[in-house]
């Protein structure tokens, strides 16, 4: 169940596959789809979902873009690690609802491309 009722789900997970597009023109390669379970406390609410992640490398590493659901907004953020069982460690999360090029600018430096 969405949480929020102030922003769209559609365009929420729209963003997401903005960024799964955009990471792929950035070097990366789509690696596999690997089911997860999450848990995520926003505010009073714990959302749980199991979600087929899509994971990709960039360089020498593997990551996912994870859903952070905080009480006022969604935001996104990247997850890295050296094996595809070892994606946990996070970037900075984000707003989705940012301009392209602010998504883009944000992704590139989640890659550690821009800094």
Known sequence: MWPYKNHSEKDYYKTIAFIEEYVLTLGAVFVCT??????????????????????????????????????DSPYIVLSFGDTIDSIFDDAEPFPYNLSEDEIKAEVRCSLGIDR
């Open 34 to 71: 690997k089911s997860e379970r999450f848990t995520t406390a926003s505010g009073d609410d714990i959302i749980l979902e199991k979600l087929d992640m899509n994971v990709f490398r960039y360089k020498d590493e593997y990551f996912w873009i994870e859903h952070h659901f905080l009480p």
